[in-house]
Structure formats: C-alpha cells, structure tokens
Nanobody
Framework: QVQLVESGGGSVQAGGSLRLSCAAS????????MGWFRQVPGREREGVAT????????YYVDSVKGRFTISRDNAKNTLYLQMNNLKPEDTAMYSC????????????????????WGQGTQVTVSS
C-alpha cells in the first residue's frame, strides 16, 4: 500500500534552516504530483508547496516564496522541502502528500487535490 514517511523536523531558532524529507513507497512515485502541507491546531491545513511529477513545475504559498524550496528525486522516491530563514509563524506540523499517479496536475495547493498523506513531522521555530 501507499506509504509516505516524513523526517527532518525539529526545533530551530528564527533565521535557521531545516530540510524535510518524505520517503514514498507503494505506488508509481514518478507519475504523481507531490506536495508539502502544514497545519497548526485550530486552523485549516495549508498547502505550502507542490511539485509536478517530473519536478519541472513548482508552486508556493506567498508566505514562503524565496525561503522554501520543494524538490524531488524520482530515482530515490523522495520528496524534499528545504526551509531557510525560518520564522516563528512557520511553526506547524508538516505533512507530505501525493496525488494519485497519472492524474492531471493543475498546480493546486488545495489539500482536497491530494489522495495520500503521511503522518507528519513537527517544525518548531522559536524567536
């Protein structure tokens, strides 16, 4: 079955960096759009960044543009999120998600556009 396992979260001070990874298995990874999402208790899940199946197209929420970079290694079935210049407002549970393989990818960052989800990894940024 589909498995998405995140790693790389932790606690950092404002201005620091973290790199999240998401190891995927159980489906044709290279045929699926992927995304990173974050959620704070009491708030809706937010689409942070998404990437097309081949990695040629990426989309970001405005608040992370210029600071976060989404990438993927299709040979390793792994998704990444490089987060630089972290801010306290980036504190959240970060999850990776996959759209079903071969489905049309519009670039949507809506959680409803993704079909498979990991458990998440916590990122805490202190001021």
């Amino acid at each position: 079955q589909v498995q998405l396992v995140e790693s790389g979260g932790g606690s950092v001070q404002a201005g620091g960096s973290l790199r999240l990874s998401c190891a995927a298995s159980g489906y044709t990874y290279s045929a699926a759009a992927m995304g990173w999402f974050r959620q704070v208790p009491g708030r809706e899940r937010e689409g942070v960044a998404t990437i097309s199946p081949r990695g040629s197209t990426t989309y970001y929420v405005d608040s992370v543009k210029g600071r976060f970079t989404i990438s993927r290694d299709n040979a390793k079935n792994t998704l990444y999120l490089q987060m630089n210049n972290l801010k306290p407002e980036d504190t959240a549970m970060y999850s990776c998600a996959a759209r079903r393989p071969y489905a049309y990818y519009s670039g949507s960052r809506s959680p409803s556009s993704f079909d498979y989800w990991g458990q998440g990894t916590q990122v805490t940024v202190s001021s």
